[in-house]
Structure formats: structure tokens, C-alpha cells
């Protein structure tokens, strides 16, 4: 998306979309799909080795980081990705994660869109290099695999071909603690006026030239500029891993380009079969993780729910 609030404008849509109405018409219309076409989150014959997480600030249910946990442990989640910088202790993250069995994949760059590794004052892009090292450090804590990335944004002050170099020189900073660390940095596809497209995108990754840098694949967020299947087949081994959230094209010529988002995961034109034949073109398995308004334990159930069977279909 493409102002800095894009995870704040999802989350804070849970009470839209967490209606005691609309969530009883889900639950019951996948209680009908489930009866229909079989239930992938309880046959255990999963078509494709994806497994689910969450954003931890879609939680609403818990006090503590583990009462968090448990709502998303019993909610049908397999894994939580964190936020970082951040307030909470890294120690009681890990006990949560410890007790519970849950995984952290991945941690969220949680400054990247006000410090921005793309900003014309060099002063800003050293906070925003400063927090994506302790970001790749807490991934490193948790178990994580990546830290996903926004890595500039084009507007009045900042031009695409700047936003291309600059954020590339940054990232180019911290891939020694990449590689001492052993950790990743992930390209989220964004409405930030950039990398728009998937062959641009495969092209800025190469450049970079290193391994350490791959791309986080937001399927909804991709809809609106092309086929996501077809970016798939793009990007290829680039990903490493998904976003997943739906998009309504209808409902964006209808009502506005924001509301494209205010449909569940599935009844929306992100072509959920064409998704997963891309991926198993490219024999993908790995985490994905969910991005949309969350809610209770009950809520994030049928959100758990409708992901599976989008990722499986």
C-alpha cells in the first residue's frame, strides 16, 4: 500500500470485518465448503507443504505475549511473525514461543516507511539502516529465517530511480551481519510507487547480487497492477515466502482503490488454484503469512480457515 499506516489501516479494520453477523456468515459458509470439498486443516493431507502464520498485531485475545500465542496456537496457526524495533522482551517472546510449540518465520521491519532507506537526508537512512540491524539481531533471537522489507518509497521528494539506488546501496550495508547471522532479508511488493511490476522486481533483486536477499511475495497487494500467479512464475526462487490477503477488483472500480481489500481471503480475484499451480510450477514450499484485519481466537479461526483452503485450493 502506500502511505506508512498500510498495516495500521488493515489491522484497525477488524471491527468491520469481525461483526458478530459477518463472522457467524462465515464460520457457516465454510462448515458448507468444508462438507463440500473436504476439510484440509483436519484430513491432514495437506496438497502443498505451506504452512500459516499471522502478523502478531492481528491478536486481539491475551494480556501477555503467551496468552497471544495461545489464541493463535488455538486458532489453527502454525507460526507468529513479530515486529521489530519493538517494546516487547525478546525473552518472554521466546518463552511464549517456547511453551506454546509455535514458530517465529519472520520479523517486520517496523520503521521502514518513516525511516526509509530511500530518504534524501542521509541522517534518516542511518536510523533506517540502524533499525533493520536490530531487526535481522531479534530474527536472529527468535529462530527467523527473514526480515521483511520495504525498502523505500517514491513520492515528491523521492524519485523511482532514486528510491532504486539508494535503498540498494543501504541494504547492501548490512548483508556482512546477513551473513554472519545467517539471516535474510525479504522485498515486500507495496503500494509505495515502486517495484511494481515482477519483472522489475526480479531485476532489483539480482542486482543486489547476493543471496541474502530474496523477495516476500504479498499476493493481494499484487492484484491490482498484475496476475499474481503469473508474477509467481516470474520472481520464481526469488520467494521467499507470501503475504496473504485478498483483493476485489470489482469492489475497487465500484467504491475506490482501498476498498479492494474489505473481502476475505477468497472471495476476491487473487485466482487462489492459479496462486498454487504457479507455486507448484516452482515446487515452493515454505511459510505464509496472514494480513489482514484480525480479531479473537474465533475470528482469527475463520481466518486461519479461509487461508488454508486459498493456499491448498
Known amino acids: 500500500m502506500s502511505n506508512p499506516d498500510r498495516r495500521q489501516f488493515l489491522l484497525s479494520s ?22 463440500e470439498q473436504g476439510d484440509p486443516m483436519t484430513d491432514g493431507k495437506r496438497r502443498r507443504d505451506i504452512k500459516k502464520a499471522l502478523k502478531y498485531g492481528m491478536i486481539a485475545d491475551g494480556d501477555t505475549v503467551l496468552e497471544k500465542f495461545q489464541s493463535a496456537k488455538a486458532a489453527g496457526f502454525e507460526g507468529i511473525e513479530m515486529d521489530s524495533p519493538s517494546n516487547l522482551d525478546i525473552q518472554e517472546v521466546i518463552a511464549a514461543r517456547d511453551a506454546t510449540g509455535m514458530v517465529i518465520p519472520g520479523v517486520v521491519d517496523s520503521v521502514h516507511w518513516q525511516d526509509t532507506l530511500s530518504d534524501p537526508d542521509p541522517e534518516v537512512r542511518a536510523r533506517g539502516v540502524a533499525a533493520l540491524e536490530t531487526a535481522i539481531r531479534d530474527a536472529k533471537a527468535y529462530g527467523a529465517t527473514t526480515v521483511l522489507l520495504v525498502p523505500g518509497v517514491v513520492n515528491g521528494k523521492v524519485t523511482y530511480g ?9 541494504i547492501r550495508k548490512v548483508l556482512p551481519l546477513c551473513e554472519e547471522l545467517d539471516m535474510n532479508i525479504a522485498i515486500e511488493n507495496v503500494w509505495n510507487g515502486f517495484l511494481m511490476g515482477p519483472h522489475e522486481q526480479a531485476r532489483y533483486i539480482d542486482e543486489i547480487g547476493s543471496p541474502r536477499v530474496g523477495f516476500y511475495f504479498d499476493v493481494g497487494n499484487m492484484v491490482r497492477y498484475a496476475r499474481p500467479a503469473e508474477c ?31 473481502v476475505e481471503i477468497g472471495d476476491g480475484d487473487c ?18 503469512s496472514a494480513e489482514v484485519g484480525g480479531g479473537d481466537t474465533q475470528r482469527l479461526t475463520v481466518i486461519a480457515d479461509r487461508m488454508e483452503r486459498a493456499l491448498q485450493s
Open 232 to 262: 509467481i512464475d516470474v520472481l520464481g526462487p526469488r520467494i521467499m515466502k507470501l503475504d496473504v490477503k485478498e483483493y476485489s477488483l470489482t469492489r475497487m472500480r465500484e467504491e475506490g482503490v482501498w476498498k479492494g481489500f474489505g
Open 14 to 35: 477488524t471491527a468491520m470485518l469481525a461483526s458478530s453477523a459477518a463472522l457467524a456468515g462465515s464460520v457457516r459458509s465454510t462448515e458448507r465448503r468444508a462438507q
Open 271 to 288: 485466482d487462489w488454484p492459479a496462486v498454487g499451480a504457479a507455486l507448484d510450477r516452482q515446487e515452493w514450499t515454505g511459510w505464509a
Open 162 to 170: 532514486e528510491v532504486w539506488t539508494r535503498s540498494q546501496e543501504e
